[in-house]
């Protein structure tokens, strides 16, 4: 098979792309190279993406969810989804999907019940007002932390 064609293979990777930092994109697109297993990046917005038969880029419409609504529908059992939204994840989660977020951290079935109440306490701070603050920048521990963490899924496979 020419080294510029996808493997014959279920399994891809997804990526919420809107709010994915750049340097996480830059290791998925090394990974692609390096594997042949095709990453989609789905977006409210145009997402450049390198010339590449494993790499490709899907603009959805503008609205609330649309791009996490493409990500639900299109992966599959044994795919991963890359991504730091609590309810992608859980939803994903429930179709046998692997999900990491940004910072490394892999979402299990169990973990995601504690992440969603957790994000739900918070929301309802925000709510009655009281400032919570946001996540610390990505840092090289984290970027190091995903490279693992997808290197374990993509030798897992």
Known sequence: MPADTPQPQSQRIWVD???C??????????????????VTLVANQYIR???????????????????????VRQARAGDLVVTAD???AAEVIDKGVHVL??????????????RLQMRDFMETLRASGIETGGPDALNQRDRQA??????RWLNGR
């Open 17 to 19: 792309a809107d709010a």
């Open 86 to 88: 609590i309810p992608l």
């Open 49 to 71: 993406v390198p010339r590449s038969p494993f790499i490709r880029a899907i603009q959805v419409g503008h609205g609330y969810d649309v791009a996490d609504q493409e990500i």
């Open 21 to 38: 930092p750049a340097v996480i994109k830059d290791i998925l697109f090394r990974a692609a190279q390096r594997t042949r297993i095709p």
């Open 101 to 114: 977020n940004p910072r490394g951290e892999r979402y299990t079935p169990e973990s995601i019940r504690e």
């Open 146 to 151: 995903f490279a693992n963490q997808l290197d």
